[in-house]
């Protein structure tokens, strides 16, 4: 939930008067776990009206067609200052004839991104009510070289049945020689680096808050992150051996910046032994991973359907129904995940004092939630209960000093973070 409150001051456009520069388009390529969501939820917050897009994915038809404008996918194309998300192509660049196109991408080490990949869905399905299962399970059941084929398929826009006879080398050679004409390509710790240097043009602040991160799911969850030291030596080699167009674009690339240009790509290692079998068995090992997923323990049928629908109805906007089916859930299901969700529905909704009563059952269940508090602290705010609104809000701070909404918040009610807790207990349970 973002406050419209805090959206910044954009600048006047740069295009469209005679003799005025014309602004240039960043194509914010978003390769999963990432840091995405990072910078899109900041766009979307801070950016213009129109000047952030993210493209829809394409119907399956068209996408097996290869059919239709690219252009309709963005609405107003002369008020587009930056697209992201997934499913950006090239072909989206047709749409800014006279613009110059700064591409970037953040990129991510196999194993780091597995481990990230891994860890979000375990919590998600935590959080949803659904099973878990291994780790050796997530990764035969993922394709090799995911980032690799995400680009390839997704930016190249090239087809499923043209990779599937194209060679490894060839491969590499073309991804190396699209990176190199990027305006930026880093590492994902690059996230903070890169909406620096965006932000004066877009006219958003320089500085992003962390989004869905492994802190953010653990106050919703139990589930311990797999860390890298905890697997086997032989298993953080086969992953950079399983995945090995990956690694080798991770360490050619992580450190280019803004001098892709200059990059001399490594040598692609040599493919390991039993690659073929491994993905012969890759189906099999997709269905073991839904199978645990869904249906493994029968106190989960039918969980992930309620949740389904209300995370739908959350996405359309449409809070009153949202809030319903939370209800619902949090009825059968009451976890701190479910009592946020619901909590923010009915927010939403405008019915503050119900979404109180959620936020405090989160806080019960996981009294160490620091956002849970924040929430906390806006529901009251609504209210008119201010101070009871600044105690939660110290006490988000408390357990998490980088809330840097709910120092806004409560710097704005007049409070300091290190002030003593106002009387009435807000947010003591």
Known sequence: M??????????????????APVSPVYF???????????????????CAPGAYCEPRRPGLLRRLARDGNPGDAIPDSGAVRALGGHHLGRSLEACFPQREIRRTVLLRDPLGLHLSLYNFRMMSYLARGLGTYSFALHLNSL???PVAHFLLSGWL???ALVL??????????????????????GAHTDCDRLIAAIAP???VPAVAQRRNTSREWRAQVAWEPLTAEALSGEVRDAVATRDRIDQALWESWRGAGFGAASVRPRPLPQRGAGASAAALLRPACDMARLF???????????RGRRVARADAARNAGDWATAAQRYRAVV?????????????HAEQMAGNAAAAEAAYREAILLKADNADAHYYLGTALQALGREPEAASAYRRALALDPALSEARGWLEALGGRADDEPATGGGASL
């Open 2 to 19: 973002a406050s419209g409150a805090r959206r910044a001051a954009t600048p006047e456009p740069r295009d469209g008067g005679a003799g």
């Open 28 to 46: 914010l390529l978003h390769v999963p776990k990432t840091a995405g969501q990072t910078i899109e939820l900041h766009l979307r917050e801070y």
């Open 143 to 145: 394709r090799r070289n």
């Open 157 to 159: 826009e090239i087809p």
């Open 164 to 185: 599937a006879a194209m060679s490894d080398a060839r491969k590499y050679a073309l991804l190396n020689r699209m990176l190199s004409q990027f305006w930026f390509v």
């Open 201 to 203: 043009d877009l006219g």
């Open 292 to 302: 645990r997923r869904d249906w493994a323990r029968p106190a989960y049928i039918g």
């Open 331 to 343: 009825a059968r299901h009451a976890t701190p995940a479910m009592w946020m969700q619901y909590g």
